[in-house]
């Protein structure tokens, strides 16, 4: 069956909170990189000139530190802009519209760099001696050039990482979301379910014996009262969803009290253990319409339920053979997806022939809160 269901906005995007955080942690990382960087450089610039006598050991310092502040300027005003910049899915996009400011960007650091050393040099009463003019514009123009397509060439991965990051986990909640929906689908079709069979039971007394009708519609009141309390938890305490199954049990068991006998066997310690609300009911019902309805022989149901290896082990199981339709049904077909979308191989149900014994056989994970469907 098709699901059809409304997925909000705000699941289908990440959250502006998320995505700042996300483009903070980039902007760190790269300012970091970008600080070792300048840093190794300066200490392979001091170390080339550490042992000639005609360099003063503060002019390798300078002129790291003349470059560095221009360019760094640049990285900064990238940054910012990165922040309304598109096109990270067309890369020649991005670096073009990156890469448009370079002729900027060059003539100013290339001026800054040389005024700030001149300048520098006169302050302590010495020339500043360098190449031709044309050859240190060129010189520098290529370096740079060189330098910012390096430097966009990192900016660029580590956006398109975050940007990564941001579409996982807008699929991750859409996915959520579908689950979500699928499970509500799923639960709904559970009550009218249920209630339909138990109507039929009520039906086939009415004309027979009016006053067990009558107890058995009280009984039925009740428990609907019960499943509308559940609202749309998916998973509620196994306590409660015990009482559910008792009221239907004892609907059931004034039809078939000739014929059958019902044995409880819970541990004590598993009562607060979460489990997917009306989980257990389709299974008894099966018990009731393929094991008590088709049998002339008294028939024995056992609801069982303890907990093993850090498991939640639940049976349902009647006297009897396992027949095509009991194992065909829409309540086990339900049971085991709504299983999936909430713990996904961590969790199964099983019907099969054990002994004299048809057994449905529920493990799932111990205590497992709702964290959000599985994928």
């Not at 001091?46 to 470059?67: A, C, G, M």
């Not at 015990?242 to 000739?258: C, K, N, P, T, W």
Request: glycine residues 4%; contains cysteine; proline residues 4%.
């Amino acid at each position: 069956m098709a699901v059809e269901a409304s997925v909000p906005a705000r699941s289908l995007s990440a959250s502006p909170t998320t995505a700042r955080a996300a483009s903070l942690v980039n902007d760190r990382a790269i300012y970091l990189l970008w600080a070792v960087f300048w840093a190794f450089m300066t200490v392979v610039e001091i170390q080339d000139h550490f042992y000639n006598q005609y360099v003063r050991w503060w002019e390798p310092l300078l002129w790291q530190v003349t470059s560095a502040i221009p360019t760094t300027l640049w990285l900064i005003a990238q940054r910012r802009q990165q922040r309304y910049a598109g096109y990270l899915e067309r890369p020649l996009l991005w670096f073009v519209h990156h890469l448009k400011w370079l002729p900027l960007a060059c003539i100013t650091t290339i001026c800054f760099m040389y005024i700030a050393r001149h300048s520098a040099y006169v302050l302590v009463d010495r020339q500043y001696h360098h190449e031709p003019w044309l050859f240190v514009v060129v010189y520098e123009t290529l370096k740079l050039v060189l330098f910012a397509s390096l430097w966009l060439g990192v900016a660029f991965a580590f956006s398109s990482f975050e940007q990564w990051l941001l579409e996982r986990q807008r699929l991750a909640k859409l996915q959520q979301s579908f689950a979500e929906a699928q499970l509500s689908q799923l639960k709904s079709q559970l009550r009218p379910h249920f209630l339909f069979n138990a109507l039929n039971t009520i039906s086939a007394l009415m004309h027979s014996d009016v006053s067990r009708a009558d107890h058995l519609l009280a009984q039925l009141s009740e428990l609907l009262r019960s499943t509308l309390r559940l609202g749309d938890q998916q998973l509620i305490s196994l306590h409660e969803e015990l009482h559910v199954l008792g009221l239907y049990a004892q609907i059931m068991h004034e039809r078939f009290s000739d014929r059958v006998s019902l044995r409880w066997d819970i541990a004590p310690e598993i009562h607060d253990a979460q489990v997917p609300a009306l989980l257990l009911q389709p299974l008894l019902e099966n018990a009731f319409k393929h094991g008590v309805e088709k049998s002339r022989e008294p028939v024995q149901v056992e609801i069982a339920g303890h907990q093993a290896d850090g498991s939640l082990h639940l049976v349902v199981r009647n006297t009897g053979l396992l027949t095509h339709d009991a194992s065909s049904g829409v309540g086990l077909r339900n049971g085991r997806e709504r299983l999936r979308l909430l713990f996904g191989e961590a969790a199964r149900l099983e019907l099969q022939q054990d002994g004299g014994w048809v057994t449905a056989h529920v493990v799932m994970p111990l205590n497992s809160p709702l964290h959000g469907p599985a994928a």
